[in-house]
């Protein structure tokens, strides 16, 4: 059902991989003492580039969206329902005798847009998505967010102060980062607290 939302928005489904440089937090805009910079690390990765399994899955969307900007696109629209690995404390043990620390897997709903809509045509669609499954929610203005532009960014949260997600524009240094050449808005919403 949340895919028939998502479409009927317009949007395009990508699917990115779960694992990629660390370089891309600082990329993205990150802070250095941000809590989504602690990840999971594979022991055997192909390269640098992919030995770290993302803890949020805005860099690929940024990546994504920044790939379609340089194709001269003039209006992206994208979504995706993104695995980030998020470490957590104690030692197990695989079928192989190995032992380690097992990510808490999680799905993030991640939308992407530029030159499709702005800030409430994106916050139109967190509502509807949360409307569809049953959620009244409140959006509180969140400067903090060095990602997001601080005057165009909102915390999604519940009544009781679950947080559901983030939603804003992209902060113009950060836009630097990237060649993108007009506003870009993205969302990020965590699937398993709305459901």
Same mark, same amino acid.
């Given at each position: ?7 009927? =928005? &317009? ?10 440089? /660390? ?7 990150? $802070? ?7 990840? #999971?690390?594979?022991?055997?990765? =192909? ?15 940024? *990546? ?27 030692? #197990? ?20 847009? =530029?030159?499709?809509?702005?800030? %409430? ?24 967010? /060095?990602? =997001?532009?601080? &005057? ?8 009781? &102060? ?10 113009? #240094? ?10 870009? %808005?993205? $969302?990020?919403?965590? %699937? *398993?607290?709305?459901?």
């Amino acid at each position: 059902k949340l895919h028939g939302v998502l479409l009927g =928005f &317009g949007l395009d489904e990508i699917y990115t991989y779960s694992f990629m440089s /660390a370089k891309l937090y600082d990329k993205a805009g990150l $802070a250095a003492n941000d809590i989504r910079r602690k990840s #999971v690390e594979i022991m055997n990765p =192909f390269g640098e580039d992919t030995k770290t399994m993302r803890t949020t899955a805005i860099p690929s969307m940024l *990546e994504t969206l920044e790939i379609n900007c340089n194709k001269d696109n003039d209006s992206v629209a994208l979504y995706e329902m993104a695995k980030v690995f998020l470490p957590r404390e104690g030692v #197990v043990t695989n079928v192989h005798g190995l032992e380690g620390t097992l990510p808490d897997e999680r799905v993030k709903i991640m939308i992407g847009l =530029f030159g499709a809509g702005d800030f %409430y045509a994106l916050k139109g669609m967190c509502e509807e998505i949360l409307s569809v499954s049953g959620i009244s929610a409140k959006y509180e203005a969140k400067t903090d967010e /060095a990602t =997001f532009h601080p &005057g165009r960014c909102a915390q999604i949260t519940t009544a009781d &102060g679950t947080v559901l997600g983030i939603m804003g524009e992209l902060h113009p #240094v950060v836009a630097l980062n990237y060649t993108f050449d007009k506003a870009v %808005y993205i $969302a990020e919403l965590d %699937y *398993e607290n709305i459901f």
